[in-house]
């Protein structure tokens, strides 16, 4: 039984979640949701239509990455990684990185941020 998309503003606390159930692909796409934000870190369900993708970029902290939907290529530092729903990687720290949609896929991006920033 599918849970009916909540709102941006709804509470997710205590309560069981699908996180597949909380965003939806939309054609030509990326679609995101911050389900937790805090000063130390977020996590964000994106959704990426097939052919889409985020572009080379750096980041000052570890990032995972958990594919919950499709399959997804992951670039860290030149190297291609295929992932399939179920799998994650960690993205190391000021390393260049990249996502693309071999197909329609949603992950799981989780970042924490170090104490001392």
Not at 11 to 25: F, G, R
Not at 32 to 61: C, N, Q
Not at 76 to 91: A, D, E, P, V
């Amino acid at each position: 039984m599918d849970i009916p998309l909540k709102t941006v503003n709804d509470d997710l606390t205590s309560i069981i979640i699908n996180p597949e159930d909380l965003i939806a692909y939309q054609d030509g796409a990326v679609v995101s949701r911050t389900i937790i934000k805090r000063k130390k870190g977020t996590v964000t369900i994106f959704a990426f239509d097939k052919g889409e993708g985020l572009s080379e970029h750096t980041a000052p902290f570890d990032v995972m990455v958990q594919i919950i939907d499709g399959q997804a290529e992951i670039i860290i530092s030149g190297q291609s990684f295929f992932l399939n729903k179920g799998q994650l990687i960690i993205m190391p720290a000021n390393k260049p990185h990249a996502l693309k949609a071999t197909e329609k896929f949603k992950m799981i991006l989780t970042m924490i941020r170090d104490t001392e920033e």
